[in-house]
Nanobody, 124 residues
Framework: QVQLVESGGGLVQAGDSLRLSCAAS????????MGWFRQAPGKEREFVAA????????YYADSVKGRFTISRDNAKNTVYLQMNSLKPEDTAVYAC?????????????????WGQGTQVTVSS
């Protein structure tokens, strides 16, 4: 079993930056691919970004490409989401997730482990 705990959410203004963190425990962290998802009120959950176990491969949703950066520190069992140039439409609950990874594409994968999420609110 893997436990995931997000932190770093908050209220910011449009154009600001924010960095989310997700601390993992319970399994060898480097064996997991990790991702970030978000869900806005009244909308379905949306994929944001993913990163392989080594951190060498990343994948982004078109809506955040060029503004958000996913990274990880396997020594700290933590994955990050650096969010720059935030827009009001980025407002959502952001959750991290993970799955056992043995290679291949990060696109369209099923995630086994989920955190509770952290609220990000971007005011205009």
């Amino acid at each position: 079993q893997v436990q995931l705990v997000e932190s770093g959410g908050g209220l910011v203004q449009a154009g600001d930056s924010l960095r989310l963190s997700c601390a993992a425990s319970g399994r060898t962290f480097s064996s997991l691919a990790m991702g970030w998802f978000r869900q806005a009120p009244g909308k379905e959950r949306e994929f944001v970004a993913a990163i392989s176990g080594t951190g060498l491969t990343t994948y982004y949703a078109d809506s955040v490409k060029g503004r958000f950066t996913i990274s990880r520190d396997n020594a700290k069992n933590t994955v990050y989401l650096q969010m720059n140039s935030l827009k009001p439409e980025d407002t959502a609950v952001y959750a991290c997730a993970g799955f056992p990874y043995s290679g291949g594409s990060l696109r369209g994968r099923e995630y086994d482990y989920w955190g509770q999420g952290t609220q990000v609110t971007v005011s205009s």
